[in-house]
């Protein structure tokens, strides 16, 4: 089937060239008023002013006018695009087009056909790698660390279904100056064996993190010896590398426990992903590069990058701050293992591949920096780095800080989700977890990914109105209503090896029956299915998973006003509206999906 959308551009724009000698290209928006049509253009209002409105010499009043002649050349002629109805005009200039029924039918029968409807075929053309999550080791994964993990997850799988071959990696932070903290706290105030034997070892690890800043505060000098057992770790000393090895093994146990709540997995380094050390020997080759190409210069013992000055401020100051690349100690930094990584996924995945950073807004100049250096370096383009950002979870009048104890445990989050879940009358342990992660994931990812979340437990657990459940209710009560059908129509000795009974009754009917009437609230769900795969594109494009959790909520909601005021099954109609129930139904599921939420048949 054809991208309709584009054909409707591709026409419009065509005819506007016709009439007014102007090469425009046209965009369409979906009106807010459903009974302005499918499709909408306000061309004419943004651009033709008072000298361009006229039309071989004759002069226009009004962009209505011109409007009206467009919409009437397209409906009188042949160059009507051929799933459109018809075409409008209305006030103050607005040209809209209304798809056909038959169109919305047989795109109707396409979601009941296509095994894999909503998803494009793989391009080996297009690569990319989605970095997220991301948690340090020996530190809480808590609720902050779930924005990274699950924007990060379904901007993966919506590239996925969009046709890219998809990376996932999770960058621990499983190196660095904090492992020299800890490992000086546990030397100094810890005990390895109480440690091991604990239930959660990385509880018992923040725990000692906390108390090096609590004292730090009272004796800056400790803050020196942080850094002098960094710099043992990374110069090999034993003693060092044995406690951080415990550290990273303690943590990975209970991160795997998580991710498996969640539903998150990663594709790169065995599904463990490529954490900070993995580079900690390819650190050299990024030096020497730098160092090459005469980019590292020196500054009061530490190296850096300094940036060309920006002509477009006419300032004369620098593109952006110098970026460090080592300490005056020789150790590196998170751009040094940064650099260090890149410059290894060019080598391994191609010169083409895109690079998305799912990581927090407060990130972007260092971001910035980064790409640029990678630019002048000749590694990537523009259009191949880009840093997906998202606010954070804080509470009302302060900010969440691991190093002052103030923060929330993830795992307090889910176990606080499925006891929610449970009380809302989930069926059982396994549908509760379902329903209750289903529930703290669709809560984030409806936002704007940029905005900040104040806290509240009533707020991020929310299980009634625009809420995960409500769109997992829907989609069991879809799969209830295909269930009594079957009910209804037994298994007949011709069918019996076929799995699905009513697969010919649910999808082959008849769409040029001419005795099928459709219902006002028919037509708007079959015009909200008919967007699925149009969103799908919008979402992957925009890295917005909150555009696919609109259109649900919007699909829901028309579904459910159709089986409130319509009877499907005995009804007239039984075969087409069972048909709409069932695509309804996949489309929830393949959203749901893509979003890492979970579809029970049963609620």
């Known amino acids: 089937m054809k991208d309709i959308k584009q ?120 690569k990319v790698i989605v970095e997220y999550s991301s948690p340090n080791i020996a530190k809480p994964f808590t609720v902050g660390h779930l924005r990274s993990t699950i924007i990060g997850d379904a901007v993966a799988n919506l590239l996925d279904a969009n046709g890219w071959k998809v990376y996932r990696d999770n960058h621990l932070g499983d190196w660095g100056t904090q492992f020299g903290k800890q490992i000086y706290a546990i030397k100094t105030w810890g005990d390895e064996e109480k440690i091991e034997k604990s239930k959660n070892p990385v509880k018992e690890l923040v725990a000692l993190y906390i108390k090096f800043h609590e004292e730090a505060e009272k004796n800056p000098e400790l803050e020196e010896k942080a850094r002098e057992w960094f710099k043992k770790l990374e110069d090999g000393d034993l003693q060092a590398r044995k406690l951080w090895k415990k550290c990273v093994d303690w943590s990975l146990k209970e991160f795997e426990t998580i991710y498996k709540k969640l539903g998150v997995k990663f594709t790169e380094n065995n599904g463990l992903g490529f954490g900070e050390s993995f580079f900690e020997d390819k650190i050299k080759g990024v030096l020497d590069e730098l160092n090459s190409k005469k980019l590292l210069k020196e500054s009061e013992g530490a190296k850096l990058v300094f940036f060309d000055k920006d002509p477009s401020t006419g300032s004369g100051q620098a593109k952006f701050p110098p970026l460090m690349i080592m300490k005056k100690d020789g150790a590196s930094l998170y751009a040094t293992r940064d650099l260090a990584t890149d410059k290894f996924r060019l080598k391994k995945y191609g010169k083409n591949v ?11 100049l260092y971001f910035r920096q980064l790409f640029e250096v990678e630019k002048m370096l000749g590694w990537y383009k523009e259009e191949q780095r880009i840093h997906k950002r998202h606010g954070h979870y804080r509470f009302k009048e302060t900010k969440m800080s691991t190093r002052r ?24 342990k396994e549908i509760a977890q379902k329903v209750g992660i289903g529930a703290l994931k669709w809560n984030d990812l409806k936002r704007t990914s940029e905005q900040d979340i104040v806290f509240d437990w009533d707020e ?59 219902e006002d609230e028919e037509i708007m769900l079959l015009r909200a299915i008919n967007r699925f795969q149009e969103v799908i594109e919008q979402a992957g494009e925009k890295f917005a998973p909150n555009i696919l959790c609109n259109y649900l909520f919007d699909l829901a909601q028309k579904f459910n006003l159709f089986y409130q005021k319509h009877k499907i099954l005995e009804s007239e109609n039984e075969e087409f509206r069972l048909a709409l129930t069932k695509a309804t139904g996949i489309i929830i599921k393949k959203g749901l999906f893509l979003l890492g939420i979970e579809s029970p048949e049963k609620m």
């Open 354 to 364: 895109v690079i998305i950073n799912e990581v927090g807004v407060e990130q972007t």
């Open 460 to 518: 991020i657990l929310n299980m009634q109105g625009d809420s995960g459940p409500y769109i997992q209710y829907t989609f069991a009560r879809t799969q209830s209503v295909l269930g009594k059908s079957e009910i209804r129509n037994p298994k007949s000795e011709a069918n019996s090896n076929d799995q699905n009974p009513n697969k010919k009754k649910v999808s082959n009917f008849d769409i040029r029956d001419s005795n099928l009437s459709l």
């Open 7 to 126: 054909e409707i551009i591709a026409v419009l724009k065509s005819v506007i060239k016709d009439l007014t000698d102007q090469e425009i290209v046209p965009q369409l928006e979906h009106p807010v008023d459903e009974n302005h049509g499918d499709y909408a253009s306000n061309i004419v209002l943004t651009s033709f002013n008072d000298k361009l409105l006229s039309i071989k010499d004759k002069k226009l009043k009004t962009p209505l006018d011109l409007a009206q002649i467009i919409a009437e050349k397209l409906n009188h002629s042949s160059l009507i695009p051929n799933p459109c109805e018809k075409v409008e005009a209305v006030k103050p200039g607005f040209i809209n087009f209304f798809l056909s029924e038959e169109y919305l039918l047989s795109n109707l029968k396409k979601v009941l056909e296509k095994k894999e409807y909503g998803s494009k075929v793989q391009d080996p053309n297009k």
């Open 405 to 428: 104890g103030n923060t929330i445990w993830l795992t307090d989050v889910l176990e606080e989700a499925i006891k929610r879940a449970e009380k809302l009358g989930s069926e059982g």
